[in-house]
């Protein structure tokens, strides 16, 4: 029996369209519980944050999880992540008003990038030679430039309808991600047969 | 203000510190009954003994790079090529802290207790045979029957993909397909009963007789009744490795109890070449588990 961490958030509806019957039960998924059972009993699950999947799976209160490349290269955790999905593709993006120039500000004094994602964004400003003073925030990044709270956003971007909405433009994009599959290292050679039927369900989300 | 210590290490108290001793005293009694002795080997070394980018290093007051032990490999080899090199068979264990400046693969500990064993002979399947059967003993004797030994080969890596760079084995250790090369991708799908069989038929000429020596190493240890997970891209980000890789794993425990493997270059970058093998087990997550058996 494996038991599964699934993020609570965007990917969720997708994620379990992708197991079909491996899945959790309609009523389960609508009390409110946070450990549910499989309904062909194979599996159970456990509905945590996208943030803590990583921890979850790293030791081993889940055997296996999905979560989304942006979080797991935040989070940095010891796990394997053998199957990288097409589900819940975004980008990671540096985003700031269209007559911005990043470079100048820059190197005209200390830029100031307000983002959810710390050690990536610290990354990214970095490799483009961007010093800057980063700010973190938990929500409604887009928010800290409309008021002057920061000149820079590192964020994801889905539809870039929220960044339109708000006045942004990417500038850069740092990388794609989608959702991974990481496997708890004990699991993978303890239980590799089991884990590689989920990872199949995983791999092709029409079937 | 109280100077905690810093980030990743730790103070051991009382019961604790009575589990780790009384697990590491398990250990080096198991493997003296079978001719493993015990060397006491420095903290801090030149900075050349260790292959690790990880060890905490420093410079010392007449101006050399030191570290200290990010792993007792490199101390165990320097002392096996300068003072043991014209002894036949050495076997010895060790016990110890070793430091590591930030190892993800260690969940953010920077402080580690490690017992182990190493075996310098003649660089024989036998030796690799009786270097996991004594791995299995030791889990045996710490209570820990069902353990699983996961096998793979730095030489068959080497062969595939000679002198992969350190992300490379990083992005192999995590089966992070999308960053290998493409010789090195099929190594992911390479996992379990079948592995060695397909692996035969699918990997190129280079890849045979590595897979051979571990098919060999399987047998043998099959018709002693231990049977062994393959996984190919098993893989260790120390870069000293030749031969067969293993990692132990027992029911339950969510990281590896220990790993080891072959690396038959090493004791001659000191001097002396000497074929060596041997596994070293994470003292503190055995601690872990045996406090959740308590």
Redesign the interface.
């Known amino acids: 029996m494996l038991r599964v961490a699934l993020p609570k958030g965007r990917l969720q509806r997708d994620l379990l369209k992708a197991l079909g019957p491996l899945g959790p039960s309609e009523e389960d998924l609508a009390s409110r519980a946070l450990v549910l059972p499989g309904r062909t009993g194979t599996l159970s699950f456990v509905l945590v944050k996208d943030p803590d999947v990583p921890a979850y799976v ?3 209160a889940a055997d296996l999880g999905v979560v989304g490349l942006d979080v797991l290269r935040e989070r ?9 999905t097409s589900l819940g593709r975004c980008r990671l993006c540096i985003c700031a008003r269209e007559e911005t120039d990043l470079a100048a500000l820059a190197r005209s004094g200390t830029l100031r990038v307000a983002t959810k994602y710390r050690r990536l964004a610290s990354d990214a400003l970095m490799q483009r030679g961007l010093p800057a003073e980063l700010i973190s925030l938990h929500g409604s990044v887009e928010l800290a430039v409309l008021v002057d709270l920061a000149d820079a956003i590192v964020d994801l971007v889905e539809t870039g309808n929220t960044l339109k909405a708000n006045g942004l433009v990417v500038k850069e994009e740092i990388f794609v991600s989608t959702a991974r599959a990481i ?8 239980k ?2 089991e884990v590689r039927a989920v990872l199949a369900r995983l791999e092709e989300p029409r079937a | 203000m109280i100077p905690w210590p810093p980030f990743g290490i730790v103070d051991r108290l009382f019961d604790e510190a009575k589990l780790l001793r009384s697990l590491e005293e398990t250990i080096l009694r198991t493997l003296e009954a079978r001719g493993y002795r015990e060397i006491i080997v420095p903290l801090l070394e030149r900075d050349g003994v260790f292959s690790s980018e990880e060890a905490v290093r420093f410079v010392d007051r007449s101006g050399a790079l030191l570290g200290l032990r990010p792993d007792f490999t490199g101390p165990v080899a320097r002392v096996v090529a300068s003072r043991l090199f014209a002894v036949d068979d050495v076997r010895l264990s060790y016990r110890g802290t070793v430091f590591r400046d930030h190892d993800e693969r260690s969940g953010g500990r920077r402080q580690v207790q490690q017992a182990g064993f190493e075996h310098f002979g003649g660089g024989t399947v036998e030796e690799d045979v009786d270097t996991i059967r004594m791995a299995l003993d030791v889990a045996s004797a710490l209570g820990l029957p069902r353990t699983t030994v996961s096998v793979g080969s730095a030489a068959l890596i080497e062969a595939l993909a000679p002198s992969a760079s350190r992300d490379v084995r990083r992005a192999l250790d995590r089966r992070d397909v999308d960053l290998l090369p493409p010789s090195l991708k099929p190594l992911v799908e390479l996992v379990g009963d079948d592995a060695l069989a397909r692996a035969r038929e699918t990997l190129p000429p280079a890849a045979q007789p590595a897979l051979e020596r571990l098919g060999d190493l399987q047998k043998r240890l099959r018709d002693l009744g231990h049977d062994l997970v393959v996984d190919l891209a098993e893989v260790r980000p120390w870069s000293y490795y030749t031969g067969v890789v293993f990692s132990l794993y027992s029911e339950g425990v969510p990281r590896a109890i220990g790993a080891g493997g072959r690396y038959d270059a090493l004791v001659g970058r000191f001097g002396n070449h000497r074929p060596g093998v041997g596994a070293t087990f994470d003292v503190d997550v055995i601690a872990r588990c045996a406090k959740g058996r308590a």
């Open positions: 790293e030791h081993g940095e955790a010891d796990v394997l992540e053998p199957l990288t496997v708890n290292r004990a699991s993978w050679r303890l590799h047969d």
